[in-house]
């Protein structure tokens, strides 16, 4: 059975203060991470920000680390200058930090450089990534998305990480936020700060994680905002696969190039793990509401569909080679 939770939200009014790291792929000057640093600390949060310079979506879980300080053009927006060190923060406000490389460089940066400077020994408590530029639903998108590469870096590094992702896809600059609150950044924002209330309640982080080692979260949020009649969408859980699709190549017919369709394939959407009766969170955030999927980075295959393969492969291998 599926599960609603938008009625827990609505009665959660306050949460645990966290120390957060948030991050993005979409660079440290976007309007969604910097509605969402405002609302997390308005919530009584303890956050360090920590975005790529420039935009790196698609980046995946890409780990590259600069060579040089920052290049041209520029920081996004133009908020960085050519030839500014390869990290840096907001002159004012010291929350706020650039790192010029790859999203799951950014955070690790951010985790072992940045945060013992700014929570001293106090631990991360939370990692949170987004809100994307965008969904990323599904398995396929799930290795693509420079987003959730961030999170779940962090999520194996053994820190609790929840990813977002919202439907509006615009590239927009914070200083473009109008501070209403029906612009998508804080309606995005919003959804955050809800989540990480709903996770917290009621946790005392400094006797219990808030996701058990390994595991981590990814929500995608629904297109909304002003001319779309979803404002305020539920929550639902969800799991990465139904209805989730990859890639499929044809060729153009009038050109003869390849070309990228998407494919709702057999593969990616076999129901292996997590519970089996949740809807896809594709299908679920295609409409006016919040996909909350939970996931692990244990790839490994489960033992009842591990152990006859491996018995069936003893037959077959030289038994020296196998234990």
């Known amino acids: 059975m599926w599960t609603s939770i938008t009625s827990l939200l609505v009665l959660l009014s306050s949460s645990t203060a966290l120390n957060v790291i948030l991050t993005n792929d979409d660079s440290w000057a976007s309007a969604n991470i910097r509605a969402a640093y405002d609302a997390l600390k308005a919530d009584g949060h303890n956050v360090l920000l920590v975005g790529p310079a420039v935009q790196q979506s698609g980046k995946g879980g890409t780990f590259v680390l600069p060579t040089s300080n920052i290049t041209a053009p520029g920081g996004e927006f133009n908020t960085v200058a050519v030839g500014a060190p390869y990290f840096g923060h907001d002159v004012q406000n010291p929350d706020l930090f650039y790192f010029n490389g790859t999203p799951a460089a950014a955070v690790v940066f951010g985790i072992d450089i940045l945060a013992p400077i700014h929570f001293g020994s106090n631990p991360i408590d939370l990692v949170v990534s987004g809100p994307n530029e965008g969904q990323n639903n599904g398995p396929f998108v799930f290795t693509l998305s420079g987003t959730v590469g961030a999170t779940y870096t962090a999520v194996e590094r053994g820190i609790p990480a929840v990813a977002f992702s919202a439907g509006n896809s615009t590239h927009r600059s914070y200083t473009t936020n109008t501070g209403d609150a029906s612009d998508p950044a804080n309606l995005a924002a919003k959804v955050v700060v809800n989540i990480v209330r709903a996770l917290s309640s009621n946790v005392n982080v400094s006797q219990e994680r808030l996701l058990p080692l390994g595991v981590g979260m990814s929500v995608n949020i629904p297109t909304f905002g002003p001319g779309i009649n979803c404002t305020n969408p539920p929550s639902t859980f969800t799991r990465l696969t139904g209805g989730a699709v ?75 080679n196998l234990p």
């Open 246 to 320: 990859v890639n499929q190549i044809t060729l153009d017919p009038t050109t003869g190039f390849p070309v990228s369709n998407n494919l709702e394939a057999r593969g990616v959407n076999a129901n292996i793990n997590g519970v089996r009766d949740d809807p896809g969170e594709t299908p679920t955030s295609a409409g006016c509401e919040t996909a909350v999927s939970i996931f692990s980075v244990d790839y490994d295959a489960p033992e009842r569909i591990a152990v006859p393969i491996q018995r069936r492969l003893r037959k077959n291998i030289r038994a020296d």
